[in-house]
């Protein structure tokens, strides 16, 4: 449930998970009161239906104001990594996100945001690179900078070529016979180097490894040569350059070369990157996390991947709710109140639905070291007067107005979590019995270790 939220919307996987967990409990009280399943499945879609129907009229709308929906942007942003490691640097991390996603230019294809984790610094020290920086180093005796760089991108063998024959043995008489041998081998090399050279390129990076001596023809024709590029990194750099991976060179005029304006090696640390500027997807970017430890690098990438995806979403699907338990509690109020004006038992699941929907807000309350029963009586109070932008302000510990608090969250994401909650637990109310195999009968182990 939570892998199936991460993958639509990237974040919210600790409230659907909570909310479906909530409706179940509500479901075995349910049931233990004699109330069928299908009745309680009954109230709990009418009662969905209702909360979506709050949730979207309830909806604000910024896309077509920049200003207004760039703080919006902020705001999730902020929101998002609250919860997270970055929740004390949130303010630095919500700007790159803001600015690396706004540099789709509404695509949201995430593909062309590279993120590198390199060890050293402070988090506050990362940084977002206009470009796409490349984890490799240039061959030995290779040009360091390349203008206007035309670029081949590889998947091929470019170690010593052997003569593969698989089952049998090649035996010489003599050790001339096995220079001969090594001769074939690097002039059928050359000849691979030159079908390359051909394509009239400065610069070839490859999948796999370059050995000495195609790496020295590559140096005398001036030719920058790149190594051991790991796949992610050669597909995202085949995308983001406009160029093809290519494994045959028979052919020149059917391969798409890559291009950009710059190529040139850069120092971040103690560590030197390959810095590509001006290529041909423009919005290519790259963030440099810095941090103390491996783990902390780990998490950073990890709250930073869930702000990127929430803001894709919101810059595509632009309404915007407000958060701290507010558009729970505004959903919950929704539902009571057809809960109120609809008969039979179906009435009961609905009020059991408003109630799950008010854990949320309680638990917020509770993990922040609050009198919860308190607070959200108190919010619960202030949505029946109509201040339906009322929410929970865990600075204070008291009630406040989510507007003017900038605590807001992406309507896709809370739609979201309420379906998918729903959905799943409503499947798993449908379980009549469990078939369980029997556990593998254990017999003594005699064998000495």
Avoid at 24 to 38: C, M, V
Avoid at 208 to 235: R, S, T
Avoid at 275 to 280: L, P, Q
Wanted: with cysteine.
């Amino acid at each position: 449930m939570s892998k199936a939220q991460d993958d639509e919307v990237g974040d919210g996987t600790t409230s659907v998970t909570v909310l479906a967990a909530e409706l179940l409990r509500e479901a075995e009280i349910l049931i233990a009161r004699k109330i069928h399943p299908q009745t309680i499945i009954s109230g709990w879609r009418a009662a969905t239906k209702a909360a979506r129907e709050a949730l979207g009229e309830a909806a604000v709308d910024h896309g077509a104001d920049e200003v207004r929906f760039n703080e919006d942007l902020m705001n999730i942003a902020r929101t998002t990594l609250s919860s997270k490691l970055l929740t004390h640097h949130k303010d630095h991390f919500a700007n790159l996100a803001v600015q690396a996603v706004l540099r789709l230019k509404g695509s949201g294809n995430l593909e062309a945001i590279h993120v590198i984790k390199k060890l050293g610094g402070s988090l506050v020290d990362s940084y977002l690179d206009e470009g796409f920086l490349l984890d490799k180093k240039i061959g030995v005796g290779q040009p360091k900078r390349i203008e206007n760089a035309k670029i081949l991108i590889a998947n091929t063998s470019m170690d010593t070529d052997k003569i593969k024959i698989f089952g049998s043995r090649v035996r010489v008489d003599s050790t001339a016979k096995v220079a001969e041998i090594e001769l074939a081998e690097r002039e059928k090399m050359k000849e691979k180097v030159e079908r390359i050279l051909k394509h009239g390129i400065n610069c070839f990076i490859n999948r796999q490894l370059i050995y000495n001596y195609p790496e020295q023809l590559f140096a005398n024709a001036g030719v920058m040569a790149i190594e051991h590029a790991d796949f992610a990194g050669v597909e995202r750099l085949a995308l983001v350059t406009g160029g093809e991976i290519a494994s045959t060179f028979d052919h020149p005029e059917l391969v798409k070369l890559g291009h950009c304006k710059l190529i040139e090696e850069v120092i971040i640390g103690e560590d030197k990157l390959l810095h590509f500027s001006g290529v041909a997807m423009g919005e290519a970017c790259t963030i440099v996390l810095r941090g103390a430890t491996q783990q902390i690098l780990d998490e950073a990438e990890r709250s930073l991947h869930d702000a990127l995806c929430v803001l894709s979403q919101t810059v595509k699907e632009t309404k915007t709710v407000f958060g701290g338990g507010c558009s729970e509690m505004l959903m919950a109020h929704a539902v009571t109140e057809l809960a109120t004006r609809t008969p039979g038992k179906e009435s009961v699941a609905m009020e059991s639905f408003a109630k799950a929907l008010r854990m949320l807000p309680t638990f917020i309350a509770d993990n922040a070291g609050y009198d919860s029963a308190d607070l959200i009586s108190q919010l619960r109070a202030a949505h029946s007067e109509g201040k339906k932008s009322f929410g929970l302000d865990m600075k204070n510990g008291t009630v406040g107005d989510m507007e003017a608090l900038g605590i807001t969250e992406s309507f896709l994401v809370k739609r979201q979590v309420l379906l998918s909650a729903a959905e799943a637990a409503e499947m798993i109310l449908r379980v009549d019995n469990i078939l369980k195999a029997a556990p593998r009968k254990r017999v003594p182990d005699y064998y000495p270790c």
